[in-house]
């Protein structure tokens, strides 16, 4: 539908089911290494100035990102990059402000810069319920995800270990897990920049804070109960998307 009211309005442009193939991978505008370093830059401080504003997800964050990038231009910026210039046909920028959004290849309104995709709001909605939708995409992001949780996991049972050690020799009772996360994200900054570890710090702090508002609910009195649930999400979504 949008190629097809594109071309109406003079632009011969086919727009393809979202994928890391071809040109327009580069509306996967998180990606940095597939957009040019403007459209990277405007991500990265709407982003930024976002989350400052209206918190790490939830819609009022996608809106915002939605409205700045558009007010930037970042849209006829992706289209020039593809050949196609449409600063000067405003019937175009119409089309292109009506059929098209930007929004996560995410769920439940989880935003991480890597995460931004600029896609029809058919695409978007579809996805919403259909994630493998995204392709390669998806995958990459879900085995990044995965991976940090698993090093908070690991990193906070080493630490709970000590710490429940240390409490028991003090004589103290030990503490919840959940009472250990504002510790974790330390810890595991320390551990991956020990072993010179290539992270996103965006993608940690964000895994961090989902988990730290999930845990009241995840956490019954059986702590280790509670990991396993977790670890049983994480494997269930790794596996929605055949990885």
Request: charged fraction near 25%.
């Amino acid at each position: 539908a949008a190629s097809r009211d594109l071309k109406r309005v003079g632009v011969p442009l086919d727009i393809w089911p979202p994928s890391d193939k071809g040109d327009q991978k580069c509306f996967f505008v998180g990606n940095a290494a597939w957009s040019s370093p403007e459209v990277a830059w405007h991500v990265t401080d709407v982003l930024n100035r976002g989350v400052a504003v209206h918190g790490p997800t939830g819609d009022g964050l996608l809106n915002f990102i939605d409205q700045q990038l558009f007010a930037r231009g970042v849209p006829e910026l992706l289209f020039l990059a593809l050949g196609v210039d449409i600063r000067k046909n405003a019937h175009a920028r119409r089309v292109v402000r009506t059929r098209f959004r930007f929004g996560t290849v995410l769920r439940d309104g989880i935003v991480l810069r890597q995460s931004i995709v600029f896609a029809e709001k058919t695409v978007l909605l579809i996805a919403g319920m259909e994630s493998c939708l995204w392709s390669a995409w998806a995958k990459f992001w879900v085995t990044l995800a995965s991976t940090h949780l698993r090093g908070y996991w690991q990193a906070a049972t080493l630490r709970k270990n000590q710490a429940a050690r240390e409490a028991e020799d003090a004589g103290e009772p030990p503490r919840r897990f959940r009472d250990t996360l504002p510790q974790v994200l330390a810890a595991f900054g320390e551990d991956a920049a020990s072993r010179d570890a290539a992270r996103d710090p965006s993608a940690v702090d964000a895994l961090v804070a989902q988990l730290t508002a999930g845990m009241e609910r995840l956490c019954p009195a059986d702590e280790k109960d509670a990991l396993r649930r977790v670890d049983d999400i994480v494997t269930a979504r790794r596996a929605a998307y055949g990885i």
